[in-house]
């Protein structure tokens, strides 16, 4: 038996759960038992979910050229019997204990509808380049969820190929003429009595046919017969999922297609050689998706359990460089990244989301990506750093992009603020502050293409109105 807990993202605090006593334990009616509070506890942040449990995050915080960025590691906590989420998206699975149901914790998207995390999937397509927008999205969750999974896999996949293929040692079993490595007395004794010539023997090879390989193989035959749509919409270089197939065939002539490859012993051992850590989660979203798809009984095993989460903070920060600013003159900076920040002393600085992509002598309009329906009030911290920004690029134009939904909260009607900066240094205009909302399509309904389609518009209408009101000139 497995519990379901459903929640979004950034609630503070959830409002159908509460922590009871075990006696009034009910999770479809809200009423969290104490023992599962204590597994919710013991994963409230990421470095605990880590350390007890098999998980993967995007952007991934476990390689170090990616755990530069800033955001708060907390995913799920309990305050006052109540529970409170943060930026964190996705599923984590939690095995049961002695005599406990399994516990399944799901947050979706605030901005989304209850049942169908398009936008989360729409800003996935678009960040990882892929064109699947006419796809028939099943309605339920679990569809959606294995979507996303496939997504993540050829994304990650691709990745860790760029890398070269695996390869380790395994101990093969030979019976032929040309013995080598250490002879196998009781085997050769069965299978060469009498002895005509042969030898059987074992030897340890460093070889690309693996079982990790195979398992990797058998979920692109999967994700090929299931998800075409997917597999084919990978919009960046189809050519490259082609070399990709023809690399993994030719280096596994021992797959078998009946075979299991996710019950294999090795397939659930974690890849700890430095030159393959891409390959770690390349491996634990095999196990996700043949998990998810019912193909094997991972659910009940004693292994670690599979959870993947989602930092939309960071998500809609992507998207927003992909999809928004992309046709205009602005640089994304990254922290950590030396090729591009914004420094206000000697060897410190600063990494504002966008900044526009001027000489250096030049005035530069800063922007900042928040996920939340942002608002003047109470967001005194935001200003005060757009407006440090501001000071030391010597832009007149600073602001905020943010996702907004009129089901959600009433917008406010002051989309702007002039700046009372000193006036010998602005001495030709007046710097402003601006609030640049992203009009999701307010739909209900199951077409994810029709979604998209409004994604689009909503899309060209905020480019044009950011063309005239802070480029003062259309997009391109």
């Not at 006696?23 to 994963?43: A, H, L, Q, T």
Request: proline share 3%; charged share 30%.
């Amino acid at each position: 038996m497995k519990n379901i807990i459903t929640l979004k993202d950034n609630e503070k605090p959830n409002t159908k759960y509460e922590c009871v006593d075990k006696e009034n334990e009910n999770i479809v009616d809200g009423k969290i038992s104490k023992s599962s509070r204590k597994c919710i506890e013991e994963i409230r942040s990421i470095e605990n979910l880590i350390k007890k449990h098999e998980v993967i995050t995007i952007p991934d915080i476990t390689i170090p050229d990616k755990a530069g960025y800033q955001n708060d590691k907390i995913i799920i906590e309990i305050k006052d019997d109540r529970l409170y989420t943060n930026n964190w998206v996705g599923v984590v699975n939690v095995a049961p204990g002695d005599s406990e149901a399994s516990l399944r914790i799901e947050i979706t998207s605030r901005f989304d509808n209850k049942e169908k995390q398009y936008f989360l999937l729409y800003m996935l397509c678009t960040v990882y380049g892929f064109n699947i927008f006419n796809i028939d999205i099943d309605g339920n969750d679990e569809g959606n969820y294995l979507i996303i999974l496939v997504i993540i896999y050829i994304n990650s996949l691709i990745e860790a190929l760029s890398e070269g293929v695996y390869k380790e040692y395994i101990t093969q079993k030979y019976n032929d003429y040309n013995f080598r490595g250490a002879i196998d007395i009781n085997r050769h004794l069965k299978l060469n009595t009498p002895f005509m010539g042969k030898t059987a023997y074992s030897v340890r090879e460093y070889t690309y046919d693996t079982e990790i390989l195979c398992l990797i193989r058998q979920v692109i035959d999967y994700i090929k017969y299931e998800y075409s749509d997917i597999w084919e919409g990978y919009g960046r270089d189809k050519s490259i999922l082609n070399e990709i197939v023809e690399v993994i065939e030719n280096a596994t002539p021992s797959f078998r297609p009946n075979n299991n490859y996710a019950e294999e012993i090795k397939c659930n051992k974690e890849i700890t050689h430095p030159l393959y850590q891409n390959y770690e989660n390349v491996r634990k979203l095999a196990l996700m998706i043949l998990n998810e798809s019912g193909q094997n009984i991972f659910d009940n095993s004693e292994a670690k359990s599979l959870s993947l989460l989602i930092d939309i903070a960071w998500l809609w920060e992507e998207f927003v460089a992909e999809r928004l600013l992309k046709d205009f003159k602005y640089i994304h900076l990254l922290v950590g990244d030396s090729e591009g920040k914004f420094e206000w002393a000697d060897d410190e600085s600063w990494y504002p989301d966008f900044i526009e992509n001027k000489d250096e002598n030049e005035g530069k309009n800063i922007f900042d990506a928040k996920y939340k329906n942002w608002k003047w009030k109470n967001n005194s911290e935001d200003i005060h750093q757009l407006l440090s920004y501001l000071f030391i690029s010597g832009g007149t134009k600073c602001g905020v992009i943010y996702p907004y939904n009129e089901e959600l909260e009433k917008e406010e009607k002051e989309v702007e603020k002039e700046v009372l900066a000193f006036k010998s240094f602005y001495t030709e205009s007046k710097p402003r502050i601006y609030k640049l909302p992203f009009c999701l399509p307010s739909y209900t309904g199951s077409d994810f293409k029709k979604y998209c389609s409004d994604m689009d518009e909503a899309i060209g209408k905020w480019k044009k109105e950011f063309g005239v009101k802070i480029q003062d000139t259309s997009s391109k």
